[in-house]
């Protein structure tokens, strides 16, 4: 990928440059390259492929919530998990069940017009998907090319931080990242996810963003104001 890795904060250019050298890399690279060339539709666009990463460095992440795969229609996804640009309407289903749980756990009000979570991002979380691209109209169409092994980096990176992490783990394949966890002294909170499949089997009424919240405290560290949506 283009200016890979000199377009990330310095620590995670130190940690993560070393990925683009490696084979399954230059796989991924070489098949964004064939997606574009076939005139295939990829989201996000190139700016925002990394932007997870890009928006907060690794000293910097506090909470980490993890999606799945980028959103597959069009004006939707902009590289943070779960975000959308600010007045899209309708939200995402899974984007309403999290607000609706942030309204249902803290009692906060937020605007009808603010989805870019770029508030949240500001105060060190990181929203990151498991697979960064995905072509137009076509759910989990990149995965299993390379990203879930660049990610699992990220993650592990994190993992090796002294300074405790919150992660928030909603779904099957997010739990299985608990592992990267053990003898550390980060917390997972884990629920089913807030798609509409699930949210009523456990999301709705987690309480992860006061939980997370206790935690940071906890461990001295100032409280997301989850209620700050958009900068």
Do not use: C
Not at 31 to 56: D, H, M, W, Y
Not at 75 to 92: C, E, T, Y
Not at 175 to 194: C, I, M, N, Q, Y
Not at 203 to 215: C, I, M, P, Q, T
């Amino acid at each position: 990928m283009a200016h890979f890795p000199e377009n990330l904060p310095p620590a995670w250019r130190a940690r993560l440059s070393g990925e683009a050298k490696k084979d399954y890399f230059k796989s991924l690279s070489k098949f964004l390259k064939a997606e574009q060339s076939t005139g295939a539709v990829v989201f996000p666009e190139k700016k925002n492929i990394l932007r997870a990463v890009q928006s907060v460095d690794l000293p910097d992440v506090r909470v980490v919530i993890l999606g799945q795969d980028p959103y597959h229609g069009m004006d939707q996804a902009i590289g943070l998990s779960f975000a959308v640009p600010n007045n899209h309407f309708p939200k995402p289903p899974s984007l309403q069940n999290i607000f609706k749980e942030i309204r249902s756990d803290l009692g906060v009000t937020i605007p009808a017009g603010v989805s870019d979570l770029s508030g949240w991002v500001a105060q060190g979380v990181l929203l990151l998907n498991s697979v960064l691209t995905v072509r137009e109209g076509e759910a989990f169409s990149h995965r299993g090319k390379g990203w879930e092994i660049f990610t699992d980096e990220v993650i592990r990176s994190l993992a090796e931080r002294k300074e405790p992490i919150v992660f928030m783990l909603w779904g099957a394949a997010a739990r299985k990242k608990r592992d990267f966890f053990k003898g550390t002294p980060h917390v997972a909170l884990e629920s089913p996810h807030p798609s509409p499949l699930s949210a009523h089997r456990g999301f709705l009424g987690n309480k992860h963003f006061s939980k997370a919240n206790e935690l940071l405290r906890k461990f001295d560290q100032p409280e997301i104001r989850w209620e700050r949506v958009s900068i």
